[in-house]
């Protein structure tokens, strides 16, 4: 049913036509009458209840619900809003004098220069500096810097910083004298929108009791905002084929997912799989990309500047790529002229070191790896 709505120059001019009609003689409807106040009254009144009633039908479909009402109307199915993912990334901690040992106690905070992004140290085993007893990484006599892994520490886009943005060592650390990024932060989502929430209730629905691909996406994709995936199917990882056997390939940005999100996905994907089908979910197999481009700038532009956008915008711009994606070299070069509108024409740009297309292979993915520009 389509509720047809009125303003208050439209009721108040049905409420005054009725009046009239019902009456024998002309009635003084002019303004500051007592009955003009009263038709006023009542039109505000109107005004009121036909807010409420739109509040009321808004609220009931989730079509038209935002926000809280969107959650509360997903609730009721066990469906949830994905949470903000938190950036990361490596900073650089390094000192002027390296006669002596230093630790970077784990949970140390950075921050950006303008001290409006702050992130936290975390531990990771792999990192050759990292000591668990001490809980930190330590800086070696003679070793003049170390390279730590960072997450931001407000979960958001805002943590995605450019490189060189983080700068100021917020927790004092005896020893370490700077902290930089040389890369750029990653990773950093903001908590899903209401536009992204309905279309993935509408995929779960249509998942429920239907062991299919849609329903395999939609238990992936519930997992965590961000994620991309494929789903192959009667062949295994080595690419042979084995029928009733599927690969589920995932990542989150970074070419090495970690070993908690593919648990998270394998208890995800094993709840709706179909029955007598086997599966393994992996991280994909990652081809790196290697771009070198000179750029030529405008005259009185800031060729610095548009140095600094430009590598940003290739590196942003290759994570994005799904699974299974070609890196476009044609599709590269417009990248980098809308990351910086320095920017009027390029010179030698390079694709792993010439000028065709990056394939990936089964089950791979490409992304960054030196990105030098000049």
């Given at each position: 049913m389509q509720l047809s709505l009125q303003n208050f120059s439209s009721l108040m001019e049905g409420m005054a036509a009725s009046v009239q009609g019902a009456a024998s003689s002309l009635i003084d409807l002019t303004v500051g009458s007592v009955l003009r106040a009263i038709l006023e009254a009542n039109a505000s009144v109107a005004l009121w209840l036909q807010w409420l009633i739109v509040e009321v039908l808004a609220a009931t479909r989730l079509a038209t619900s935002s926000g809280a009402d969107c959650d509360s109307f997903g609730a009721d199915f066990g469906f949830m809003r994905l949470p903000a993912v938190a950036a990361s990334g490596q900073v650089i901690f390094s000192r002027f004098s390296a006669t002596s040992t230093a630790l970077v106690p784990v949970g140390t905070n950075v921050s950006t220069a303008a001290n409006t992004q702050s992130f936290v140290v975390t531990a990771d085993v792999s990192n050759a500096a990292y000591n668990a007893a001490a809980s930190g990484y330590v800086i070696m006599p003679g070793v003049a810097s170390v390279n730590v892994p960072v997450v931001a520490a407000v979960a958001g886009i805002a943590g995605n910083v450019l490189p060189g943005m983080i700068s100021l060592v917020s927790t004092a650390v005896a020893g370490v004298?700077?902290?930089?990024?040389?890369?750029?932060?990653?990773?950093?989502?903001?908590?899903?929108?209401?536009?992204?929430?309905?279309?993935?209730?509408?995929?779960?629905?249509?998942?429920?009791?239907?062991?299919?691909?849609?329903?395999?996406?939609?238990?992936?994709?519930?997992?965590?905002?961000?994620?991309?995936?494929?789903?192959?199917?009667?062949?295994?990882?080595?690419?042979?084929?084995?029928?009733?056997?599927?690969?589920?390939?995932?990542?989150?940005?970074?070419?090495?997912?970690?070993?908690?999100?593919?648990?998270?996905?394998?208890?995800?994907?094993?709840?709706?799989?179909?029955?007598?089908?086997?599966?393994?979910?992996?991280?994909?197999?990652?081809?790196?990309?290697?771009?070198?481009?000179?750029?030529?700038?405008?005259?009185?532009?800031?060729?610095?500047?548009?140095?600094?956008?430009?590598?940003?915008?290739?590196?942003?711009?290759?994570?994005s790529l799904p699974i299974g994606a070609v890196l476009s070299y044609t599709k590269l070069a417009q990248q980098i002229y809308d990351a910086s509108g320095a920017v009027v024409n390029l010179s030698d740009l390079l694709l792993n070191g010439g000028t065709a297309d990056l394939v990936p292979p089964l089950f791979g993915v490409v992304r960054a790896g030196v990105v030098t520009v000049s």
């Open positions: 004298d700077a902290v930089t990024n040389a890369n750029a932060l990653t990773g950093g989502v903001d908590a899903e929108s209401d536009a992204a929430f309905k279309a993935r209730f509408g995929n779960y629905l249509a998942s429920l009791s239907r062991a299919t691909n849609v329903s395999i996406g939609a238990a992936v994709a519930g997992v965590q905002q961000g994620l991309s995936y494929s789903i192959t199917e009667n062949l295994n990882q080595a690419g042979g084929i084995q029928m009733g056997h599927f690969v589920v390939t995932i990542d989150d940005g970074t070419g090495a997912p970690p070993v908690a999100l593919l648990q998270a996905v394998q208890q995800e994907v094993d709840a709706v799989r179909p029955v007598g089908t086997s599966f393994v979910v992996q991280g994909p197999n990652v081809v790196l990309a290697n771009v070198l481009v000179a750029l030529v700038t405008g005259a009185g532009a800031n060729h610095t500047a548009a140095v600094t956008a430009v590598a940003a915008g290739v590196e942003v711009y290759i994570a």
